[in-house]
């Protein structure tokens, strides 16, 4: 070459298999929790802060629990990020209604936020999700969880 002789073209050697089934493996695990695994670690102790509209009504067998509810500011824009569990106590299959999240007095102005839904869940079975709705002027107030009934 113009520089002097070429080095000789080194082999790059491939990763070795269980380094990469290791990589892979944690990848995968990873992905599957910041996907909603993580419903599977949360605690059942009761979240404070956050209401349910229907959760007294004996003729309703889903009830929300284990609400959380944070503000995420990372994107530049607040965003309410909502995560509950949705159980079905009930002794039969019950298809889970559409979630409302109501922000404002219940009596007053409000904004009504509605989390499509249409999953079975079968007798004692519980389902968690997630759901991020942006702030905009409901930052300061606390946001009320329900289904909406009539569906």
Request: charged share 20%.
């Amino acid at each position: 070459g113009v520089l002097g002789p070429a080095a000789p073209a080194r082999r790059r050697e491939p990763m070795p298999l269980p380094m990469f089934a290791a990589v892979a493996t944690l990848s995968a695990c990873a992905a599957f929790y910041l996907s909603g695994g993580y419903v599977l670690f949360m605690n059942d102790a009761p979240r404070q802060g956050v209401t349910q509209d229907l959760d007294t009504v004996p003729s309703n067998p889903l009830a929300l629990a284990d609400i959380s509810v944070r503000v995420d500011t990372g994107s530049g824009r607040a965003i309410y990020v909502i995560r509950a569990m949705i159980e079905n106590r009930s002794g039969s299959e019950a298809t889970v209604p559409p979630v409302t999240v109501t922000f404002g007095d219940p009596g007053g102005a409000s904004v009504v936020h509605t989390v499509p839904r249409g999953e079975r869940l079968r007798p004692g079975e519980r389902m968690g999700f997630t759901t991020r709705i942006p702030a905009g002027d409901t930052l300061t107030a606390e946001p009320r969880l329900g289904f909406r009934t009539d569906v």
